[in-house]
């Protein structure tokens, strides 16, 4: 879809038949409610006059009958249509919503909370299945039932009478074109209220530990109260504009059957208007009270759908910052990363960054090295990692993989080739073992030899003996984001996850920092088993996690200042060095 054109009207195109068919039956539902006023009159004067017969009443009521079945199953008949083509809509919207948040980039998400998102799939989105599908039919109503009706005034009654009564509803045109502008602005603001008090919500969920810990309850409170008080107000001020425009349709409605009463019964008291045209007059303008409260909730649905179709918009106007970059004619998943990794003169600065957080910095990691990289928080570890993972861009030939760019590789083969432990471990609310097998395709987990892998990937991530003192085993649910979980398991059952992917690549940012020092060297040595031949990246902090690397590359303030082996470093007596002597004696003193 092109994001910059985004429009409902192919949605609305895939279920075109559906709505003509229910456009169709409801029109045959309002002419069927169009006739019941006239049979009705018929009847009344047939009786009063005495020129009915039996056989004349029974036709009259076989005609309501007829028309009140016609409008039983007509009904039923374009809420299928209709309402079933807007519920298709929202779930072919919603799916396309989903596709395309998943291709954008992470500045995106970076600048946008999750609570808003989640209401424009809620909120917004309903608002719009509203006006394609409740709003069409109150649409048809307000304009084809209200012809309709006037023309079976003036043509069954008199068209002077229909004329004096119709006067006073044409103020109802004016008042919905101002009510539809002022509508829109306060429907604005109430939704983004309330994508605020949802993300207000989702966050003080998520976060409900951390307040907790810090006794932030109250405070907390008062801060949602503050966003439940906006949206309540937001909602009120539409609310008291509905209070207006509702009573005032009602007046006029009573006003129009107020001169119907009082020049209608002259007329009929004059003989110009026999007593069941009368009464069925009077029918017909109550059934002009539904045209009128539909033209309000028309307008309403309306005004909520605009602005929920902006909001919505914005995200399919939003372009991936991340995309193929393939040369022409090149292939496309068919080629493999063997691990071969090179940066020159690799310098980076985020989108909404002022200075490089990576400055000219060379490096050269050769297939199934093992490359340590180390220091202080904010040297710029983790930024060469979403580099290598193409979460962010940098200048073309700075970044080559397996001697060419990195942008010359499809995202789908640098994502199935380079696995990726981050610090933020993240688990699905799920089973451990669905967690692990996390990065297979769904075919493949319930095979039983995957089964057994995903055991030896979890006991080369030292995790299996925790798995298996739980009650469910790797059946075990482990809660949202793997709260039942504690640090060093979550940790290792993301090592787990990518260990099983045995790609070409493998990327762990400061991801043995929950686990102590005994099974951290459990842990490496089984890395070293398991990944010959294969290229391992270890970001860290600890001197312990790095030094049986090949290599280890140390950062200061984004510049590579010192390059080598453990022994290489340490006979420098630099900043590795010295991070080195300072941790071998705290471990001293704890052993002490």
Known sequence: MDEKKFSLLPYLLKYKWFYLAGVVILLSVDLANLYIPQFIGELIDGLTEG???????????????AAGAVMTLGRFGWRFCIFGSARGIEYRLRNDMFGHLETLSARYFNSHKTGDLMARFTNDLNAIRMAVGPAV????????????????????????????????????????????????????????????????????????????????????????????????EKNLSMVKLRAVFGPALDAITGISLLLTLVFGGRMVLNGQVSI???????????????????????????????????????????????????????????????????????????????????????????????LGVLGRTGSGKSSLADLLLRVYDCETGSLLVDG??????????????????????????????????????????????????????????????????????????????????????????????????????????????????????????????????????????????LQKADHVAVLTEGELTEYGTHEELLKKEGFYAHIYEKQQLEQELKAI
């Open 276 to 370: 069941g045209k009368f009464v069925a007059f009077n029918s017909y303008i109550g059934m002009l009270v539904w045209p009128m409260i539909a033209c309000g909730d028309c307008i309403n649905n309306f005004s909520q759908a605009a602005a929920a179709f902006q909001r919505i918009a914005c995200i399919f106007r939003e372009k991936p910052d991340i995309v193929d970059k393939l040369p022409e004619g090149a292939a496309g998943g068919e080629e493999k990363i063997r691990g071969d990794i090179t940066l020159k003169n690799l310098t980076f600065t985020y989108p909404d960054g002022d200075s490089p957080v990576l400055k000219n910095v060379n490096l050269h990691v050769k297939a199934g090295e093992m």
């Open 137 to 232: 039919v109150t649409a048809f109503d307000a304009v084809v039932m209200t012809v309709m009706v006037l023309l079976r005034m003036v043509m069954y009654v008199d068209l002077g009478l229909t004329l004096m009564a119709f006067i006073p509803l044409t103020l109802v045109a004016v008042g919905c074109y101002f009510y539809g502008i002022e509508a829109k602005k306060r429907q604005t603001r109430r939704q983004e209220a309330f994508s605020q008090l949802s993300d207000k919500v989702q966050e003080s969920i998520a976060g409900v530990r951390v307040l907790k810990a810090f006794v932030q309850e109250e405070e907390d409170f008062r801060a949602f109260e503050k966003a439940s008080q906006n949206s309540m």
């Open 404 to 545: 060419k760019p990195i942008t010359e590789f499809p995202l789908a083969v640098l994502h199935r080739d380079m696995a990726y432990v981050p610090q933020d471990n993240f688990l699905f609310s799920d089973t451990l073992e669905e967690n692990i097998a996390f990065g297979l395709e769904e075919r493949i987990r319930d095979h039983p030899e995957m089964r057994a892998s995903i055991k030896r990937a979890a006991k080369a991530a030292c995790i299996h003996d925790n798995i298996m003192g739980f009650p469910e085993e790797y059946r075990t649910l482990v809660g949202e984001r793997g709260v039942t979980l504690s640090g060093g398991q979550k940790q290792r059952s993301s090592i787990a996850r990518a260990l099983l992917m045995d790609s070409a690549v493998l990327i762990l940012d400061d991801s043995l920092s929950a686990v102590d020092t005994d099974t951290e060297e459990q842990i490496l040595e089984n890395l070293m088993k398991l990944r010959q031949g294969k290229t391992t990246i270890i970001i860290a902090h600890r001197i312990s996690t």
């Open 51 to 65: 020129i009915l017969d039996h056989d004349g009443v029974v036709m009259l009521l076989a005609k309501l009958f």
